[in-house]
T-cell receptor
Framework: DSGVTQTPKHLITATGQRVTLRCSPR?????VYWYQQSLDQGLQFLIQ???????AKGNILERFSAQQFPDLHSELNLSSLELGDSALYFC?????????????FGNGTRLTVT | AQSVTQLGSHVSVSEGALVLLRCNYS??????LFWYVQYPNQGLQLLLK??????LVKGINGFEAEFKKSETSFHLTKPSAHMSDAAEYFC?????????????FGSGTRLLVRP
């Protein structure tokens, strides 16, 4: 158990809809990362937060947004969903967000858009 | 920008045989390298990390990796495969940009272990 909790585990929704994925980092970790895993794109970095502030953006679509709250949990919001957004979304956390700190991953949220 | 390339999307070995999973990196600065393992329906779990203290890094579950700067490689090995090693393995390099840091992952290698 990595200590990172993601909810829900599975999500099935229709095109055009909006969903929210939630992540609770390991106790004591200040940095949260979101990754998308799909068969054709592999593991793609979406966004990083550190202690409530956005630190880095990757291949995140404009239809997607995220935030980290004062209690350090994070939410990833996906809107105007398309079939191609179907993927496994991982949250990871690290203690301080520096370059040699390992990331601890949750078990992911599997999103299916129909 | 840093990147990693994993050679072979699938590797099949017999139980008890040597496991060798290949990873080559591209980095303009001394890299920090990681290997992660993903079991079915689970998140990624850290196997080991290289942070320049030693070129041979030992990880969990009997895995180790050797950093070879001359070959820009960080291959993962295990002397004797076990059925429980069947999983997908990802090599990753850290990338820094200003105050941010993220991991860039390779495309993964699925390890199959034959009885």
């Amino acid at each position: 158990d990595s200590g990172v909790t993601q909810t829900p585990k599975h999500l099935i929704t229709a095109t055009g809809q909006r969903v929210t994925l939630r992540c609770s980092p390991r106790s004591g970790d200040l940095s949260v990362y979101w990754y998308q895993q799909s068969l054709d794109q592999g593991l793609q970095f979406l966004i990083q937060y550190y202690n409530g502030e956005e630190r880095a953006k990757g291949n995140i679509l404009e239809r997607f947004s995220a935030q980290q709250f004062p209690d350090l949990h994070s939410e990833l919001n996906l809107s105007s969903l398309e079939l191609g957004d179907s993927a496994l979304y991982f949250c990871a956390s690290s203690v301080d967000g520096v370059y040699n700190s390992p990331l601890h991953f949750g078990n992911g949220t599997r999103l299916t858009v129909t | 920008a840093q990147s990693v390339t994993q050679l072979g999307s699938h590797v099949s070995v017999s139980e008890g045989a040597l496991v060798l999973l290949r990873c080559n990196y591209s980095s303009s600065v001394p890299p920090y390298l990681f290997w992660y393992v993903q079991y079915p329906n689970q998140g990624l779990q850290l196997l080991l990390k290289y942070t320049s203290a030693a070129t041979l890094v030992k990880g969990i579950n009997g895995f180790e990796a050797e950093f070879k700067k001359s070959e820009t490689s960080f291959h993962l090995t295990k002397p004797s495969a076990h059925m429980s090693d069947a999983a997908e393995y990802f090599c990753a390099v850290s990338e820094m940009g200003g105050s941010s840091y993220k991991l860039i992952f390779g495309s993964g290698t699925r390890l199959l272990v034959r009885p």
